[in-house]
């Protein structure tokens, strides 16, 4: 089983402070994939990422790929309480059922 | 994207009773349904793979008597905790396969709250 990293765990800040959010791994992806989580919803897909050293903007949210692709991170510019939520990072372990491993989450809370 | 409509949204059942969890693939059919776990803000974990006609792959530390799933069509897999107790509280969320590639994304159902009284 390839094994995500995620960091910090947990995160409270306050609305219009940047943050960035990191997810490592021993083990090289083909891809990596971030989700968002609001409580009692599933996850929704924010990005995919493909290419070492890839850096992909959505709106204030910048996520990078590692260049050996060992691991990823998202940057959040002054954020705001609509960010708040879990952040997951996913990748695929493999298989002929290509299932997907998560990170154990960042939970982050903006204040206003 | 694929729309996954799961069933009920949140439960309440006492102790020992059965609570069957429904997942539809609306628009799609899904060959493929993976079923998670999630504690209390805590990350997703894979407890079992279905697929349509055959018997489901559990991951290790879960009970298969326990946890019965059913993949009888290509349009529903259901997850039907069995004998529930407290500590099986948690919020249930299913996952269809779409896609054949590695980084296809996945889409999931709105979860299923349970909670053992």
């Known amino acids: 089983t390839q094994l995500l990293e995620q960091s910090p765990q947990f995160l409270s800040i306050q609305e219009g402070e940047n943050l960035t959010v990191y997810c490592n791994s021993s083990?090289?992806?083909?891809?990596l994939q971030w989700y968002r989580q609001e409580p009692g919803e599933g996850p929704v897909l924010l990005v995919t990422?493909?290419?070492?050293?890839e850096v992909k903007k959505l709106k204030r949210l910048t996520f990078q790929f590692g260049d050996a692709r060992k691991d990823s991170s998202l940057h959040i510019t002054a954020a705001q309480p609509g960010d708040t939520g879990l952040y997951l990072c996913?990748?695929?372990?493999?298989?002929?059922?290509?299932?997907?491993?998560f990170g154990k989450g960042t939970l982050l809370t903006v204040n206003p | 994207g694929a729309v996954v409509s799961q069933h009920p949204s949140w439960v309440i059942c006492k102790s020992g009773t059965s609570v069957k969890i429904e997942c539809r693939s609306l628009?799609?059919?899904?060959?493929?349904m993976f079923w998670y776990r999630q504690f209390p803000k805590q990350s997703l974990m894979l407890m079992a793979t279905?697929?349509?006609?055959?018997?489901?792959?559990?991951e290790q530390g879960v009970e298969k008597d326990k946890f019965l799933i059913n993949h009888a069509s290509l349009t529903l897999s259901t997850l039907t905790v069995t004998s529930a107790h407290p500590e099986d509280s948690s919020f249930y969320i299913c996952?269809?396969?779409?896609?054949?590639?590695?980084?296809?994304?996945?889409?999931f159902g709105q979860g299923t709250r349970l909670t053992v009284v």
């Open positions: 996913a990748a695929n372990s493999g298989g002929s059922n290509y299932k997907l491993t």
């Open positions: 083990s090289v992806f083909s891809s």
């Open positions: 990422v493909v290419t070492g050293g």
């Open positions: 628009d799609f059919q899904a060959t493929t």
């Open positions: 279905s697929n349509e006609g055959s018997k489901a792959t559990y």
């Open positions: 996952s269809p396969k779409t896609g054949w590639r590695m980084n296809t994304e996945a889409f």
